[in-house]
């Protein structure tokens, strides 16, 4: 199974910009679809963005759509998620995630996750 490394989180003002970047190892990374999820304090993780394994296809959550983009760079083995217009709900630790051969917005058909990376939006 792939390995990933989430990095680019941080502090930001609401309205402001981050880029999120996850680092693959270990597997063939084209053959995987991609994407985020996002946990809140106290809440469930929830599906933010996906990319197909060649990048031909995204899928996005209603919330986010419009403010954040997802992109893959298969020579770099390297998946990103450039976040616009932020605002304070979008605080949480944000997951990369892999799933072999599917493009999926359900946890549950994941089979590698990162360690997560923490995004906090400050009003």
């Known amino acids: 199974q792939v390995q990933l490394v989430e990095s680019g989180g941080g502090l930001v003002q609401a309205g402001g910009s981050l880029r999120l970047s996850c680092a693959a190892s270990?597997?063939?990374?084209?053959?995987?679809?991609m994407g985020w999820f996002r946990q809140a304090p106290g809440k469930e993780r929830e599906f933010v963005a996906a990319i197909s394994w060649i990048g031909g296809s995204t899928v996005y959550a209603d919330s986010v759509k419009g403010r954040f983009t997802i992109s893959r760079d298969n020579a770099k083995n390297t998946v990103y998620l450039q976040m616009n217009s932020l605002k304070p709900e979008d605080t949480a630790v944000y997951y990369c995630?892999?799933?072999?051969?599917?493009?999926?917005?359900?946890?549950?058909?994941?089979?590698?996750w990162g360690q997560g990376t923490q995004v906090t939006v400050s009003s």
């Open positions: 270990g597997g063939t990374f084209s053959r995987y679809g």
């Open positions: 995630a892999a799933a072999h051969r599917i493009i999926t917005t359900q946890a549950i058909d994941v089979d590698s």
